[in-house]
Nanobody
């Protein structure tokens, strides 16, 4: 059974930093790319960042490029999202996601709330 446990969200002032974590289980984590998405109130869920299976390749949404770093520790089955220079528009629920390439199903974490406000 695929499961994710996300943590690290919270309330932070503009310009602050947070590190989100997502611990995965139920599949061979080290074999697959992982992604982080976010969903702001009243908006669609959008892709934030993706990392390849070994971590050697990453990609980012333009809105977060230069402020956000995705990384992973395959020994811990964990993917991270380090967010710096946070802005109020970064306020959203953040989700980790795995797409199973064999059945084309998407598996989502429960989400962690990030609120950027003074």
């Amino acid at each position: 059974q695929v499961q994710f446990v996300e943590s690290g969200g919270g309330l932070v002032q503009p310009g602050g930093s947070l590190r989100l974590s997502c611990v995965a289980s139920g599949f061979t984590f080290s074999s697959y790319a992982m992604s982080w998405y976010r969903q702001a109130p009243g908006k669609e869920r959008v892709l934030v960042a993706t990392i390849s299976s070994a971590g050697g390749s990453t990609s980012y949404a333009d809105s977060v490029k230069g402020r956000v770093t995705i990384s992973r520790d395959n020994a811990k089955n964990t993917v991270y999202l380090q967010m710096n220079s946070l802005k109020p528009e970064d306020t959203a629920v953040y989700y980790c996601k795995w797409r199973n390439p064999y059945n084309i199903n998407n598996y989502w974490g429960q989400g962690t709330q990030v609120t950027v406000s003074s």
